[in-house]
């Protein structure tokens, strides 16, 4: 049940790293999916990729209000 909840995790991962340019909200659940991923490798052991899988997150979160407030301030500049 482990290796499942692994693959999905990173295959989220993934697919919104890939698909992120289409979406403010696809890097939210890219910053989702490193979560996950670091939960996965906690239980599974694997300590230094909890760690980087942690720092991943909190930079596509980072991002993720970036983005946010730069698409916030560009829609009231063309209103």
């Known amino acids: 049940m482990l290796t499942i909840f692994g693959v999905v995790a990173v295959s989220i991962m993934m697919l919104s790293y890939w698909l992120e340019g289409r979406s403010r909200w ?5 910053a989702g999916g490193s979560a996950a991923t670091s939960l996965y490798s906690g ?5 230094p990729i909890t760690v980087v899988e942690a720092l ?3 930079i596509a979160l980072q991002r993720f209000v ?3 407030r730069a698409e ?7 209103a």
Do not use: D, I, K
């Not at 696809?26 to 890219?30: A, D, E, I, N």
């Not at 916030?72 to 063309?78: E, P, R, V, Y």
């Open 43 to 47: 239980l599974a052991g694997v300590y």
């Open 72 to 78: 916030s301030s560009q829609a009231l500049q063309t």
């Open 56 to 58: 991943w997150s909190m």
């Open 26 to 30: 696809l890097v939210l659940v890219f």
């Open 66 to 68: 970036q983005r946010s």
